[in-house]
Nanobody, 118 residues
């Protein structure tokens, strides 16, 4: 099933956004982001059994991930956004477990732009 990320936009520093990843299925779903000129980096992931792994300490306490099986969607709730969070955000899927290796994710959504600026 193809993934579709949505919910990005322009937000002021300290604001919040919730991104959605539709088509998640019963799979491990990771959120990644890529800023201009930088490599794509993992943020956090939720496994098919809802175990959560944070890939970046900088988002702990600000970002959370959750799953709504009825809607076949995984959400990334982002609070207290900072300018350094500006990037294109992608969701990606792999069977069951999370992985720190982004190449282990076999299905990717198209990305949604998040811009944090005053």
């Amino acid at each position: 099933v193809q993934l579709q990320a949505s919910g990005g936009g322009l937000v002021q520093p300290g604001g919040s956004l919730r991104l959605s990843c539709a088509g998640s299925g019963n799979r491990g779903i990771g959120w990644f982001r890529q800023a201009p000129g930088k490599e794509r980096q993992g943020i956090l992931c939720i496994s098919s059994s809802d175990n959560i792994i944070y890939y970046r300490d900088s988002v702990k306490g600000r970002f959370t991930i959750s799953r709504d099986n009825a809607k076949n969607t995984v959400y990334l709730q982002m609070n207290d956004l900072k300018a350094e969070d500006t990037a294109v955000y992608y969701c990606a899927a792999r069977s069951y477990l999370c992985s720190r290796d982004r190449t282990a994710f076999t299905s990717w959504g198209q990305g949604t732009q998040v811009t944090v600026s005053s």
